[in-house]
């Protein structure tokens, strides 16, 4: 039986006797569906929690450097909370390993320290135990009363935008599989990209005020607008030739492979987000005052679908799709 | 290189770089060390968050019936909110599996229902990747204000108590592994003490007003007296004989056995506590209201070790420890 990850949710998890129901639990703001759950604490206290489980040889290299898997595993999860606009108060840690060994623990831990410091995200606790190697991170942050960068708020009229630039990380993967190897300097870059993303966190908080919907770019730019579009109800139309591509990609990938993975590769970390036109301005404002590159890349039109158009208007068929476990 | 859980958790994770400096993060009331760490929100509102991870042949037999998997992730991780004496308010899972098979995930969900609505504790999100099966649940509770149980306030003079009965959870391994193979009624109310254990969620809250201190009964009694011991700067002396074992226990295993698994053995789930003389007859009634068999085994000392007495007042020597992973 094949199941993507989002129809095994649904069918198992997302039923009744399972999800919190509002009469319930008055506190839970947000369940199961977005980057992370709400729960309101009285008037004043908003909390946005998000659990990201990552397993040796299926998100990264078991062989890795142990420093980035640490640093990586916390920057993936401070992710979601950018996505949400939320602040990082700290994270839980969930560490199953095979032997307890001296040099792979300081590794991982310094990486996670790194990763801790530099966004004043603590280690709050966690569970350490004997198994195969994963990593399961929990990180909590805080939100103004009220509100929250979530997948449900795009409305038809609004821009699309998205921060950085894509397709690294998904080209770093062919370099780990050893099927790409690219010289010192790209090879560098799309490793980085891979490893060392950096979570959005202030832009998904200064977001707060301009956005209507948000998410991070996890599982690829077109499945990640997909579930805003769902969640909003509304399409997409993206200009192919304005979405940013990585030069690490530009440099190594032919033009129609570099598109393939800007649109449909995972792990850039990056944000998407949609805001009225009447943001435009502040946006781009706010990416100089950042120093992040933010680019409008379509608008939110009625409907259902995330198309592709080239310069001249046409529709572009893309055969991509978001990472699928499971399938 | 052989190191515990303890001396692995102490030496690579409570470094100043990653944990929670009281003056950048003032809210994190309560952090690495406890059943539970502690956020505040302003002056009203205590969350209690822990982080359990259960790998499959080292946790619960892969093979187990998916819905006693589910029941148990979820039961195990509410004990640790009962041993701080909060109210559960919802979980997240962080859930990793090999295939997607449809009978697995309808039993395993059904198994984590169950257990979400009986102890008022839904599904807030999570992830759910291909690996090898692992279930990480994170569970949230809430305190009242400046309230919880911990395993620092032991006191000399203190009364030492534990709930319910021990050593059957422990025996199921035996069954579980095939070494032990007892009358069907005895051998049911092993395994269920092993896949239903209950979490003693009334009574944590109730003791928030009686108990010094309190841990709930993971790794074995005396490991887990042992972590209230030294976080609280006591000792502790117990009456072998005041030590309630479980009837399934004495059913089976020799009288010698029995104390051992009682005294040693994890996953009973119960609580042990600390409380001062004068609350001895309040304990005692609240016992009766819950219906929870409560019972005075020992007392607070000077010293640093938790030594088990005879009925003569002679130290016996036991030999076991607590649950170690890595050795």
Partial sequence: MALSEFELIRRYFQQPGLMADPLLH??????????????????ATRLAISLDVLVAGVHFPA????SLIGERALAVALSDLAAMGATPLGFTL?????????????????????????YGCPLLGGDTTAGPLQVAVQVHGTLP????????????????WV???????????????????????AAAALLSAYYR????????????DLAHAAQDVSDGLLADLG??????????????????????????????????????GGDDYQLVFTAPSAAHQPIEALG??????????????AGADVEVLDAGGRRVPVAVSGYQHFT
């Fill in 197 to 208: 993303p950096v979570p959005q966190l202030a832009l998904g908080r200064a977001l707060l």
């Fill in 63 to 66: 062989a890795a450097d142990p």
């Fill in 145 to 160: 009363a009220g509100k929250a960068l979530r997948r449900d708020g795009a409305r038809v009229g609004d821009e699309v």
């Fill in 94 to 118: 969930g560490l199953t390993l095979p032997v307890a060994e001296a040099s792979w623990l300081a590794g991982f831990s310094a990486g996670l320290a790194a990763a801790a410091q530099r």
């Fill in 288 to 301: 100089a005052r950042l120093q992040v590159l933010l680019t409008c890349i379509g608008r939110v039109v």
């Fill in 163 to 185: 921060s950085g630039q894509l397709g690294a990380a998904a080209l770093a993967l062919e370099v780990l599989a050893g099927r790409l190897s690219p010289e010192g300097e």
């Fill in 227 to 264: 579930h805003i579009a769902r969640a909003s109800g509304v399409g997409m139309e993206l200009q192919l030739a304005a979405v940013p591509v990585s030069p690490a990609v530009l440099a190594v990938a032919t033009a129609g492979r570099a598109s393939e993975l800007a649109l449909g």
């Fill in 26 to 43: 008055p506190g839970v703001a947000l369940g199961i569906g977005d980057d992370c759950a709400l729960l309101d604490f009285g008037a």
